[in-house]
């Protein structure tokens, strides 16, 4: 059997697995399930038994992965947490990270190599936290909120980022091109926040339980439109999917909490059990570990990359800590904003497919997104523990 057709068994197998494996360690500590597919991915690609290898045709799925884990991050972006103290702190604490890291980086790399470098350091991974926040029950505490405004930042600002400097194209160009997708983008958000949906609501209601499915079809038409429009004008894709995610919100903020229930089950559904674990999977099976084990170097240049994470983007991240947190809830907040993958996946292949950095250090910065991913939100969430008085609903957060 070639590795393509072996991919396409034991791809929906791990998939599967993945989800027993974090269940089953969950009575000692709670590990994120993309954890477990980059795990599994590593085992069956050629690093160790070579079962599985890169596929252009599976990888297309991957990338539609990628783009639907951002998708859903739009989608659930929380923007009361972008307002008022929150979100002009979450904002100044990615600035100062980026800066630290960018004047840092371009002491050792000069160039575009910098850039990388710097953009993959002040990532955050909403998609990958959001599940955890919502399991925990934190979504509409402070403390979720703060999470959120630093993960919508950490992800929303990076990409931009990529558009603007590593795009192929003057930065000039690249900013007049980025202004022209957010003119188009706000217009499409204006027009779901004003047009009346009912009817819509209605037919999305009747083509719930039917082979119609217009809910669906309807989120992969927005996702498909605003990454094709990201495409046309050469932006990153993921710009795109994150706007679709936001438009689909304000699409469905007024139907019937039950049907919006429903159709938020389905979508995630199609994400979270199709095409997000082929992407953190296929990410597993690419990653070159080989490169990592011939380099000791390298491999020990992995944890650098994970304490370099935590002060560029953890400790910045400090600063949107909801009011009167406790030091306890501060690290938490550090230790979750530095969580990051998806953005670090994305911007290292474009670093490698324009020659800026090497497929080995690629390697070391993907390998400290993954470490991040294992451990930080372990240890956040163990050291967030019961909510404390902080936890509760405070005004003064939203001033």
Known sequence: MDAFRTGLLLIPAL??????????????VRVPIAVFELALGILIGPAVLGLVA?????????????????????????????????????????????????????????????????????????????????????LGTPFGRAISAVGAVGEFAPLVAISVFLGGRDPGVSTIVLGAFVLIGAVAIVLAMRVHHGRLHRFVAATLHTSGQLAIRVVLLILAALVVLSLVLDLDILLGALVAGIVWRLIMRNAPEEDRAAVESKVEGLAFGFLVPIFFIMTGVAFDLQGLLDQPALLLLVPVVLLAM????????????????????RWSVALLGATGLPIIVAVTAIGTDEGFISTSFASVLVAGGMLSVLLLPLIGMTLRGERTPASMPIQDDLV
Do not use: H, K, Y
């Open 15 to 28: 998939a599967v697995l993945a989800p027993i494996l974090s269940r089953a360690v969950s009575r000692w």
């Open 54 to 138: 890169p596929d252009p045709v599976i990888e297309v799925f991957a990338q539609f992965g990628l783009a639907m884990l951002f998708f859903m991050a739009g989608s659930e972006i929380d923007f009361r947490s972008l307002s008022g103290r929150t979100g002009r702190r979450a904002v100044l604490g990615w600035v100062i990270g980026v800066g630290v890291a960018l004047a840092a980086a371009w002491m050792l790399v000069p160039g575009e190599a910098a850039i990388v470098i710097a953009i993959a350091l002040t990532t955050t991974a909403l998609g990958t936290l959001l599940p955890i926040l919502r399991d925990a029950g934190e």
């Open 310 to 329: 935590l002060i560029v983007r953890g400790l910045p991240a400090m600063l949107a800590a909801p009011v009167r947190a406790s030091a306890r809830e």
